[in-house]
C-alpha cells in the first residue's frame, strides 16, 4: 500500500541552525501539508501546499519556515534558524483532492530536537 | 477559531467495548475524523464521518455523531491489545481553500489484560 514517508526519522540541531526535513508524498496525490507536535500538546496545522504554492499556512508559519517541492518527488519543510520552541514532531501528508472526504494520508514523523 | 477537545487517557478491559469521546467548537465542521498514532508511527486514518451523517460502522469502530451538541465519539468493540494507541479525533471544513485539519490532544487507549 501506498505510503508518505519522512527522513529524518529524528534530527538534533543546534539553536539558530538550519534544517530541513524531507517528505515523499503519495505518487498520485496534489495536496502536501505540514503539522507539528509539540510534546504534550496538540497536532497544529502549519501549511498546505498544492500546484507549487502554498494554499494556506497558520500564524505558526512565519518568515523562519518555507516549504519546497524541488522535484516530482519530494517535499521539504526549511526552518531557517532553529529556535528552542521548534523542538516538535513534524508531520508531513498528502492527499489526492481538496475536499473533505479526499483524505489525508500522514508520514510517521520527524522529531526534531533543538538544542 | 476552531477547537477540539478529547480526554487523555481511556483504559479499557480486553474484551470491552471503548468510547473515545471528542467535543468541537466549529458550527462549520464538514467532515470528522478519527485517527489512531501507535508507538513510533505517523497518524492513521481509522474512519470519517460527514456531517449530515449521525451514524457510521465500519467493522468493529462505530462513529457516533450528535451536530447540536458538537460531540462525536468512536466505540472500539471486543477491544484487543493491538488496539493500544492514541486516538485523535480531528475536524475539517469543506469551504475551498480550507481543508486543514484541526485535532483534538489525543486520547491514549491502554487495554488491560
Known amino acids: 500500500e501506498p505510503e508518505v514517508t519522512q527522513t529524518p526519522s529524528h534530527q538534533v540541531t543546534q539553536m539558530g541552525q538550519e534544517v530541513i526535513l524531507r517528505c515523499v508524498p503519495i505518487?498520485?496525490?496534489?495536496?502536501f501539508y505540514w503539522y507539528r507536535q509539540i510534546l504534550g500538546q496538540k497536532v497544529e496545522f502549519l501549511v498546505s501546499?498544492?500546484?507549487?504554492?502554498?494554499?494556506?499556512k497558520s500564524e505558526i508559519f512565519d518568515d523562519q519556515f518555507s516549504v519546497e517541492r524541488p522535484d516530482g518527488s519530494n517535499f521539504t519543510l526549511k526552518i531557517r534558524s532553529t529556535k528552542l520552541e521548534d523542538s516538535a514532531m513534524y508531520f508531513c501528508?498528502?492527499?489526492?483532492?481538496?475536499?473533505?472526504?479526499?483524505?489525508?494520508?500522514f508520514g510517521p514523523g520527524t522529531r526534531l530536537l533543538v538544542l | 477559531g476552531e477547537d477540539v477537545e478529547q480526554s487523555l487517557f481511556l483504559s479499557v478491559r480486553e474484551g470491552d467495548s471503548s468510547v473515545i469521546n471528542c467535543t468541537y467548537t466549529d458550527s462549520s465542521s464538514t467532515y470528522l475524523y478519527w485517527y489512531k498514532q501507535e508507538p513510533g508511527a505517523g497518524l492513521q486514518l481509522l474512519t470519517y464521518?460527514?456531517?449530515?451523517?449521525d451514524m457510521k460502522q465500519d467493522q468493529r469502530l462505530t462513529v457516533l455523531l450528535n451536530k447540536k451538541d458538537k460531540h462525536l465519539s468512536l466505540r472500539i468493540a471486543d477491544t484487543q491489545t493491538g488496539d493500544s494507541a492514541i486516538y485523535f479525533c480531528?475536524?475539517?471544513?469543506?469551504?475551498?481553500?480550507?481543508?486543514?485539519?484541526?485535532f483534538g490532544t489525543g486520547t491514549r487507549l491502554t487495554i488491560i489484560p
Open positions: 480531528a475536524e475539517s471544513g469543506a469551504n475551498f481553500g480550507n481543508e486543514k485539519l484541526t
Open positions: 501528508a498528502s492527499s489526492e483532492a481538496h475536499r473533505g472526504v479526499e483524505t489525508q494520508y
Open positions: 464521518i460527514f456531517s449530515n451523517m
Open positions: 505518487s498520485n496525490h496534489l495536496y
Open positions: 501546499f498544492y500546484n507549487n504554492e502554498i494554499s494556506e
